[in-house]
């Protein structure tokens, strides 16, 4: 098992950018690929980014690319979501998910954190 807890929302204006946080306990980081999901109000949740457990490969959702990054430092047991020029589209809230490397599917799930851009 492993837990997830994410941290860094807020309300930012359009432009503006933000980091966010995901804190994991539990088991061994490093195997897992970690990502981020979001959903918005009467919206299906939508891929953000994942990134391997070494860090080396990133995958990104078509409306974010070029805007958000994704990285983790496996020392300290933790995924990042630097996000910038947000707009109002990205509002939603965020969530941390991860993968065990011999288990396909995202198992594993943070209890999200809101993330509101005004215009």
């Known amino acids: 098992q492993v837990q997830l807890v994410e941290s860094g929302g807020g309300l930012v204006q359009a432009g503006g950018s933000l980091r966010l946080s995901c804190a994991a306990s539990g088991r061994t980081f490093s195997d897992y690929t970690m990502g981020w999901f979001r959903q918005a109000p009467g919206k299906e949740r939508e891929f953000v980014a994942a990134v391997t457990w070494s860090g080396g490969t990133q995958y990104y959702g078509d409306s974010v690319k070029g805007r958000f990054t994704i990285s983790r430092d496996n020392g300290k047991n933790t995924v990042y979501l630097e996000m910038n020029n947000l707009q109002p589209d990205d509002t939603a809230v965020y969530y941390c998910?991860?993968?065990?490397?011999?288990?396909?599917?995202?198992?594993?799930w943070g209890q999200g954190t809101q993330v509101t851009v005004s215009s």
């Open positions: 998910t991860a993968e065990a490397s011999h288990t396909p599917g995202w198992g594993y």
